[in-house]
């Protein structure tokens, strides 16, 4: 990432986590939240996985590339993030929270 004269990033994070959930609500219309995690449950091993939820809370039934994608780039934009734990990206605010604060109720 390029740097300015006085040695900040020309592109802060903030705005790479904006730009994340811009390109989500583009690829996944109606979308407000993306859950993300290593547990495929198609899989025994641990693979990229998102859940994604509209805003009432519903679960978006969505394609296994779509899914895949998702979780790859929200990997990609927080690679210091503790990814043993899944994470819940909010689209609206684009802020990244630990899963397990909203696990109740969640459709998985």
């Known amino acids: 990432m390029l740097a300015t004269l006085s040695g900040t990033q020309a592109c802060p994070d903030i705005d790479r986590h904006r730009r994340l959930a811009v390109q989500l609500a ?16 198609q899989r025994r091993w641990p693979h990229p996985h998102a859940t994604v939820k509209d805003e009432a809370g ?3 039934a969505l394609g296994r590339t779509t899914t895949t994608v998702a979780a790859r780039w929200v990997f990609r934009t927080w690679p210091e993030a503790d990814w043993t734990r899944p994470h819940i990206f909010h689209l609206a605010d684009a802020t990244l929270t630990h899963g397990e604060s909203t696990t109740a109720g969640r459709g998985h």
């Open 26 to 41: 583009d690829m996944i219309p109606g979308a407000a939240t993306v859950r993300v995690d290593l547990t495929d449950p």
């Open 58 to 60: 519903k679960t978006m």
